[in-house]
Structures are given as C-alpha cells and as structure tokens.
C-alpha cells in the first residue's frame, strides 16, 4: 500500500524574499527611530510591516495610496482635535463620517490598502492625540507619523531592491461586489469603528493602543462571517506575539539598553513569523498578527530602562476584552443591517 507523506507548506522564491523584505524593514524602521531618539516608535516598526506585508509589491499605485493615507489622516486629526475636541458629540459624528469614507474605499476594492493604512493611522492618532495636556503638544505626533510614512516607503524600496522578486506575481482580480453589500460593511464597520474610538475615551484607557488598534484590525475582513474568524485568529496572533515578546525579554534581561540585541531579536521573530504569514495566503491573519503584536511592543515600549514583560501582559487581556466586545457589536450590527434590503449582505441567509 503507497502511503502519501504531505509536507509542510514551504515558501517559494518570492515568498522567501518577501519573508527578507518584512524583517529587514521593520528592522532598519525600529533601528533608526531608536538611535534617533524619535518618540511615536510605533509607526516607525509597524508601518513597514504593513507596507511589506500587506502587498507583495511596491509600484507607483501602492506608494500613491500609502502617501494619502498620510495625507488624509494627519489633517483629519488636526482639524478634529483642535476644532472638535471640545464637542464630544459633533466629533464623534465627524469620526463616524471620517471611517465611513475610509472604510468604502476598502470595500469598494478600488483603493483597500489606501482605505486600510488610513483606518489604522487615524485610529491610531486620534487615540494618543486625545491624551494631549495642555503641557504637551499634538505636532510631535503628526510629525512622527509624516516622517515615518515617508521613511516606511524608503525603506520598502530599499528592501525590494536587495531583495526583489524573482517572478512576475499573478495580479489578484478584484470580485464584484453589490451596492447592498458595500453599504452593509461600510455602515458596520465604521460604527464599530466609531463605538471603540468611544469607549476607549469615556473609559480613559490611556495605555491600551494595543487593544484599540486590535478592535479595528479585525474590522479588515469587512463582515460578520469573516470578522468572526479574524477576531479568533487575531487573539491567537496576540497570544503568541506576547509570549515571544516575553521570550525577547528573557533573552535580553536588562541589555535592552545595548540596541544590537533587540535588533537581531526583532530581526529573527519577524522573519521567522513572516514565513507564517506569507504561507496563510499573505492576508491579515495569525501570522500578521503576530507581526504587529510585537512590532508595537518593540516599538512603543522597549527602550533604555523598560521592559516588555507588564507591556506584553497586560496587552493580551485587553486585547482579548477587545476583540470580544467588538465583535459582540459587528454580530450586533450585521443583524440590523440585514433587516433592510438596501443594506443586506450577500453572505445573509
């Protein structure tokens, strides 16, 4: 009797190279902030990641999208938090317009990586703008932000010319979607969108970027069926990027301070949870989530005199009450949305 012996997935070439551009970008975006003591560490290691991650190739259109992002998001948080921030109500209207004109880009297909980029720099910026004091300013993060976007497609086009591909990839055809499934994910997910922007300022969770950042990156999927798996993979990405955190910090101990260590640490966890990625099919899933999950705690909270081990705890119980309060309100929100026609899923039955 002939026994099939299957084989664990491998990577091809261009996955392979991909797998180099990830770590190498996120390593030099991570590197650089820290020797140039620039504070916001977080877009300058995770924006590389998304930019290497999310797509696997760098052209003109890609750059233009990642630049408005940037564009789009850093005049919004202007405007709002220094026209808006004293009208709660008016600027949570402002915030749920904002995601719905980011979050039909997504769904329409036609600019998803500008519409994505965008969701998550606006969240991420409206989340530290609010906990500005009248001590502190506002423009060392809108600066922060600016400079890394620019620095991330530097970096990718560095990355893709040491490490470029070695055959052309299939361009992936955008499906066709009706107008009443574009309105069921548009509404939906900037709802959702929006009550964690809330919830994260009424209840003063400081602290917790992580989980807000988590409550929007499930939104990705742009539906309940698809959220609901997203949500799942997104806790065990979290889980297991916080005990590598965690591992990190072991090896380290208390040389956090000499940078070489974290580099070639930070370097060997994405290129090894990168392959993982790139293996699942390269969309946002547990290996990507493990990405960010210790992209942003090396990122936001390793340096002289820190450690990462209160951060990567506390991080995935938050994380974990975030995922599941937000998909309590997609759940919540896909059913009422299904109730009317004009905003009825394709996925409803």
């Known amino acids: 009797m002939t026994q099939v012996v299957s084989q664990a997935p491998q990577l091809d070439s261009n996955g392979l190279r991909q797998a180099l551009r990830i770590a190498g970008g996120c390593t030099i975006g991570f590197t650089i902030s820290k020797l140039m003591n620039w504070p916001y560490g977080i877009f300058f290691t995770v924006y590389p990641m998304l930019l290497l991650g999310l797509v696997p190739v760098l052209n003109k259109s890609i750059v233009r999208q990642f630049l408005a992002s940037a564009a789009i998001s850093i005049p919004m948080v202007l405007i709002m938090q220094g026209l808006f921030s004293h009208l709660p109500v008016l600027m949570t209207i402002i915030v749920f317009l904002a995601f719905c004109f980011l979050f039909y880009q997504m769904s329409s297909g036609a600019a998803f990586l500008f519409g994505a980029l965008g969701v998550v720099g606006l969240s991420i910026q409206l989340h ?5 004091t009248g001590k502190s300013s506002v423009y060392p993060l809108i600066l922060s932000n600016g400079l890394a976007t620019v620095l991330s497609i530097v970096i990718a086009f560095v990355m893709h010319c040491v490490f470029p591909d070695v055959t052309a990839r299939a ?3 955008v499906p066709a979607k009706a107008k009443e499934s574009i309105r069921h994910e548009v509404l939906l997910c900037a709802t959702v969108a929006t009550l964690s922007f809330v919830a994260f300022q009424v209840l003063d969770l400081q602290d917790s970027i992580s ?10 999927s742009l539906c309940w069926k698809a959220a609901g798996m997203a949500g799942w993979q997104r806790a065990i990405g979290t889980l297991i990027g916080c005990n590598a955190a965690l591992l990190a910090q072991v090896l380290l101990y208390n040389h956090s301070d000499f940078l070489l ?3 070639l640490i930070l370097w060997t966890l994405s290129f090894v949870f990168s392959r993982f990625h790139i293996i699942g099919g390269g969309a946002p899933g547990i290996g990507f989530g493990v990405l960010t999950t210790f992209g942003i705690l090396f990122g936001n909270s390793l340096g002289p005199g820190q450690d990462l081990v209160y951060s990567a705890m506390y991080r995935f119980s938050s994380v974990a009450v975030a995922i599941v309060a937000s998909l309590s309100a997609v759940y919540v929100m896909h059913h ?12 409803y039955e």
């Open 171 to 173: 361009v992936r055809a």
């Open 336 to 347: 009422i949305l299904n109730r009317f026609s004009a905003t009825r899923h394709h996925t």
């Open 128 to 132: 530290f703008s609010s906990y500005v």
């Open 211 to 220: 989980a807000q950042a988590s409550s929007v990156l499930i939104l990705f």
């Open 261 to 263: 260590f974290p580099v």
